[in-house]
């Protein structure tokens, strides 16, 4: 009879799966912050401190995903599983720690670095996932994360090109998985090419995926690359928006084959991530925020731990509704695709850095 009432309570279900995903999250929460003090002067200090909050919310999604199939509950709790929203929310949010003010007065050259580095890995990217066969919308995560910002670039185009969740959750492990050894790599090759410290920071800030491991990277080069790799990588991060409404275009127009004209720019607008103007708006009350209140900034960090719970919240989400038999399909096409679009961005940074810090 209980059995019967429960089976007949879709909403008593969600509920039950929102509260899986906050207990997971709240444990993934606590590890992200526990790890790293943990390992505090230890030979493990770099790597605890930067194994971001995606790594623990995803495996604990995933180990979640494992128990709730087993005992045969994941359907029924999938309606709590809100990945779609909590995503959305989190990127709205992540344009609070995008200063628009010091992108235009102190980023000239790496507004210019991060425009002709996005084009040429983001091309480069796109077309050898093409000569791999790979997903249109496979493709499109694997290059935007690779070129722009990571797993926050992957989300974004994403919801742009209307990808699977198997496909984001992909992407994200590859980036997790390229970005780590970078930031122990590329400081020493830094120091053993030469290479001065703003040099050093742009290239590290142009090449590394995830800002966590720019952070990591930066801080163990020196406190002046550090400031140079945050700006490179904040400026990358900025042109998202410009992206995700390239990508809504192609996709709609060229992938999809939507006809030109009034119906074509209503399709587009429907199908357009408004969560990108979301993102836009809040980076502009930001930056005239932080503007007029100087002393703003701690208002500004409540608002990136906001960000960073509604992240965590979608990557267990993105755990629990992970299915394994995309992944099967996909193969060996993208890790070759994004190791070679990581050579490329690594050469192609390396450039630009040099030519322009």
């Given at each position: 009879m209980?059995?019967?009432?429960?089976?007949?309570?879709?909403?008593a279900h969600a509920a039950a799966g929102?509260?899986?995903?906050?207990?997971?999250?709240?444990v993934a929460r606590y590890l992200s912050t526990a790890v790293p003090e943990a390992t505090e002067g230890t030979g493990l200090a770099g790597v605890g401190a930067a194994v971001e909050f995606p790594v623990y919310a995803i495996a604990l999604g995933l180990l979640g995903n494992a128990v709730l199939g087993a005992t045969g509950l994941r359907e029924r709790l999938s309606g709590g599983f809100r990945t779609e929203f909590f995503?959305?929310?989190g990127l709205v949010l992540l344009g609070a720690s995008i200063n628009l003010k010091v992108i235009v007065s102190a980023a000239g050259p790496a507004v210019v670095q991060s425009?002709?580095?996005?084009?040429v890995v983001f091309g480069f990217s796109w077309w050898l996932g093409g000569r791999f066969g790979l997903d249109d919308r496979l493709r499109a995560l694997l290059s935007a994360a690779v070129a722009i910002c990571g797993v926050s670039a992957a989300i974004a185009a994403a919801?742009?090109?209307?990808?699977?969740?198997?496909?984001l959750a992909y992407s994200a492990a590859l980036v997790i998985a390229f970005a780590l050894p970078s930031i122990f790599v590329l400081p020493v090759a830094a120091t053993a090419l030469g290479l001065d410290a703003r040099t050093t920071g742009a290239w590290l800030g142009g090449n590394i995926d995830t800002?966590?491991?720019?952070?990591?990277?930066?801080?163990?080069?020196?406190?002046?690359?550090?400031?140079?790799?945050?700006?490179?990588?904040?400026?990358?991060?900025?042109?998202?928006?410009?992206?995700?409404?390239?990508?809504t275009a192609y996709f709609a127009l060229r992938v999809e084959r939507k006809p030109v004209g009034v119906s074509a720019g209503r399709q587009l607008w429907e199908r357009f991530p408004k969560f990108v103007l979301g993102f836009l708006v809040t980076s502009v009350v930001a930056t005239a925020y932080l503007a007029a209140v100087p002393s703003g900034k701690a208002a500004i960090g409540v608002v990136n731990d906001l960000r960073t719970w509604f992240l965590?919240?979608?990557?267990?989400?993105?755990?629990?509704?992970?299915?394994l038999g995309a992944l099967k399909q996909a193969g060996w096409r993208p890790v070759g695709v994004f190791a070679a679009s990581t050579a490329v961005n690594l050469l192609a940074a390396l450039g630009l850095a040099v030519l322009l810090f």
């Amino acid at each position: 009879m209980a059995t019967s009432a429960w089976t007949r309570r879709p909403l008593a279900h969600a509920a039950a799966g929102v509260a899986v995903v906050l207990a997971l999250s709240w444990v993934a929460r606590y590890l992200s912050t526990a790890v790293p003090e943990a390992t505090e002067g230890t030979g493990l200090a770099g790597v605890g401190a930067a194994v971001e909050f995606p790594v623990y919310a995803i495996a604990l999604g995933l180990l979640g995903n494992a128990v709730l199939g087993a005992t045969g509950l994941r359907e029924r709790l999938s309606g709590g599983f809100r990945t779609e929203f909590f995503i959305k929310t989190g990127l709205v949010l992540l344009g609070a720690s995008i200063n628009l003010k010091v992108i235009v007065s102190a980023a000239g050259p790496a507004v210019v670095q991060s425009v002709v580095l996005i084009g040429v890995v983001f091309g480069f990217s796109w077309w050898l996932g093409g000569r791999f066969g790979l997903d249109d919308r496979l493709r499109a995560l694997l290059s935007a994360a690779v070129a722009i910002c990571g797993v926050s670039a992957a989300i974004a185009a994403a919801g742009a090109v209307q990808a699977k969740r198997e496909q984001l959750a992909y992407s994200a492990a590859l980036v997790i998985a390229f970005a780590l050894p970078s930031i122990f790599v590329l400081p020493v090759a830094a120091t053993a090419l030469g290479l001065d410290a703003r040099t050093t920071g742009a290239w590290l800030g142009g090449n590394i995926d995830t800002t966590a491991a720019v952070t990591a990277a930066g801080a163990l080069a020196g406190e002046e690359s550090l400031q140079i790799a945050t700006i490179v990588k904040v400026t990358q991060n900025a042109l998202l928006g410009v992206v995700a409404v390239a990508l809504t275009a192609y996709f709609a127009l060229r992938v999809e084959r939507k006809p030109v004209g009034v119906s074509a720019g209503r399709q587009l607008w429907e199908r357009f991530p408004k969560f990108v103007l979301g993102f836009l708006v809040t980076s502009v009350v930001a930056t005239a925020y932080l503007a007029a209140v100087p002393s703003g900034k701690a208002a500004i960090g409540v608002v990136n731990d906001l960000r960073t719970w509604f992240l965590i919240l979608a990557f267990v989400s993105i755990g629990l509704e992970f299915r394994l038999g995309a992944l099967k399909q996909a193969g060996w096409r993208p890790v070759g695709v994004f190791a070679a679009s990581t050579a490329v961005n690594l050469l192609a940074a390396l450039g630009l850095a040099v030519l322009l810090f």
